[in-house]
């Protein structure tokens, strides 16, 4: 297959975006294709963006909210995502995790990382704002956490997740979870199936 770049654009605080990394690695092992993770921070990207979170928009259409719900239970029942559980502490401040995941990046754990946090927040139902728990989920998972929590307060990862979020926005995202194939941007969870059409396309032409 030819080289495809797939970008997935994610922040921690959304729960669409932890479905969707719950089903990205069966897309990559159908596709052959390795998704590119990019940490943003969905709060600046939607003020760039001038846009809101579903809960604050839809405030005033519980119809639209209840159907919200509906479409996430059917993709949760789909993809047999039984660990998922809303955080009772959502919304959650992403920032400081954010930037963790440019750090983790640069110390060679993002992968590791990534599924940890996920876990902490869609899973175990973590107030993963407060550094004692992010500390303390980090050290449970095998990483260094005080390393991390050092380099994610530092000039790299604070300029490198601003650049991330604001490249986003010049290329037409609003939100989280955002898949770029190629220059084809898609929104949401509910477009995996396109994504994964679109990258089978690509890598046969």
Request: aromatic letters at 10%.
């Amino acid at each position: 297959m030819s080289a495809v770049d797939v970008q997935f654009l994610f922040d921690f605080g959304s729960p669409n975006a932890y479905l969707a990394h719950k089903v990205i690695p069966g897309i990559e092992s159908r596709t052959g294709v390795r998704v590119r993770y990019v940490p943003i921070l969905l709060g600046g990207l939607f003020r760039l963006a001038n846009n809101r979170s579903p809960i604050e928009a839809f405030a005033g259409i519980p119809n639209k909210l209840a159907y919200e719900r509906l479409e996430m239970n059917r993709f949760v029942a789909r993809h047999g995502l039984d660990r998922f559980r809303l955080n009772p502490h959502f919304p959650v401040n992403t920032l400081g995790i954010m930037r963790g995941a440019v750090a983790a990046r640069q110390l060679g754990c993002f992968e590791p990382y990534v599924d940890a946090v996920y876990a902490a927040m869609w899973e175990q139902g973590l107030d993963m704002a407060d550094p004692a728990v992010i500390l303390r989920t980090l050290r449970e998972a095998g990483l260094d956490g005080a390393a991390l929590m050092a380099a994610a307060q530092g000039p790299q990862a604070k300029a490198g997740l601003l650049s991330s979020t604001e490249a986003a926005h010049a290329r037409g995202a609003f939100g989280s979870p955002t898949f770029f194939v190629g220059d084809e941007i898609y929104f949401g969870k509910d477009r995996l199936r396109d994504v994964e059409e679109r990258i089978l396309q690509a890598s046969a032409g």
